[in-house]
């Protein structure tokens, strides 16, 4: 499973973004062997960022999203296309991704 996690820095050691659409970051993880990649976001001074964020994130073909906070715009495009939120997520990049992995595979039980 990849996660998609808006971060205020590049590594698994930043941490997780309060606002959605303005984070410097996007890290891409795997959340089984926590490699990732991390993108700058293009739209964090964009009018707009949430919908410009959530269209690439869907994008870059992610199950789950993690981050501080979403609104209802771009929560709704994630969801709809097929994609888990999970917001109001605190902490450093890493521990979030171990922490919503472990709460899905306990959902999935």
Known sequence: MRACVLA????????VA???GHAPY???????????????????????AGMKVADAIV??????????GIGPHGYD??????????????????DCVRNVKRRLERMSK
């Open 26 to 48: 996007m890290i891409v993880v795997d959340m089984e062997t926590l490699e990732f990649e991390a993108k700058k976001n293009e739209f964090v001074n964009a009018v707009g």
């Open 77 to 94: 495009r994630l969801t709809g296309a097929g994609i888990t939120v999970s917001y109001d997520e605190d902490g450093t990049v890493g």
């Open 18 to 20: 309060d606002d959605f």
């Open 59 to 68: 994008a870059l073909g992610v199950n789950v999203v993690i981050t501080g």
């Open 8 to 15: 205020d820095g590049d590594s698994l050691s930043s941490y």
